[in-house]
């Protein structure tokens, strides 16, 4: 086998089987002036859905607590990993020490004018700024973005164009829906960055998923290759 026929094989199998949104899907060829996002909670739902990582099969995490619901497209973007890299810019911009990533895929909010009646889908997003949260002492960034071509919201280039009190919806959203009464809150915010800041924390998460997890595609090719091979040298 060489690898124009693993490069069949693999096509084939796209066309097959169903990509695991994590890891399977691309973030995209304009990263990070516009990302891939896959969707998992839309403002409707009454229970927050997440994907499950060994199978990529959306799941329920839990119900949404209260009346809270999420005032935009809630999902992630593909192929990153918050992990040390992301920590650590977390901690060049707080000025706190002992921060790591989330150990997930980097969070995205798209704002969009149309309804989307359902999650589970990929859109194209383009960031324009983000919160910098930490939960628990990791660093649990939540990117801001606007749906690309939006008739409405799309002429956002940085988030210091969105209305203040929007902002303030998506704050109180985040700091408030895993809090129960009585319960010390676990998460701050500490800043509101714009689209420059956004665009490195993406990078960022690219080097931690690459670390981690590094190029699927090509570490599955070398597997099948060496595996084939071992097989003929055999006969």
């Not at 691309?26 to 909670?41: C, K, L, N, R, Y």
Request: glycine share 8%.
């Amino acid at each position: 086998m060489n690898q124009e026929t693993f490069n069949k094989i693999w096509k084939m199998m796209g066309l097959r089987y169903t990509s695991h949104p994590w890891h399977g899907i691309s973030i995209g060829a304009a990263v990070p002036d516009t990302v891939t996002a896959f969707i998992e909670v839309i403002p409707s739902d009454t229970v927050k859905y997440e994907v499950d990582k060994p199978s990529g099969y959306l799941k329920i995490d839990r119900p949404q607590k209260f009346s809270n619901i999420v005032p935009a497209l809630y999902g992630f973007i593909p192929q990153t990993y918050c992990k040390e890299n992301v920590g650590k810019f977390c901690m060049e911009q707080t000025g706190r020490t002992g921060i790591m990533g989330d150990d997930d895929p980097l969070d995205i909010c798209v704002l969009t004018e149309r309804e989307v009646t359902h999650g589970n889908i990929l859109i194209q997003a383009v960031p324009i700024g983000g919160l910098r949260m930490i939960d628990g002492g990791q660093a649990d960034d939540k990117i801001i973005a606007v749906l690309k071509q939006d008739e409405v919201y799309g002429h956002w280039g940085d988030i210091n164009e969105i209305p203040a009190p929007l902002v303030d919806r998506l704050r109180h959203y985040f700091l408030t829906y895993k809090q129960l009464p009585g319960e010390t809150p676990r998460c701050e915010i500490t800043h509101v960055y714009g689209r420059d800041e956004a665009h490195e924390v993406i990078r960022r998460s690219q080097q931690d998923y690459a670390h981690y997890f590094g190029n699927l595609e090509a570490d599955l090719s070398k597997a099948l290759l060496e595996e084939f091979n071992s097989g003929n040298q055999k006969k």
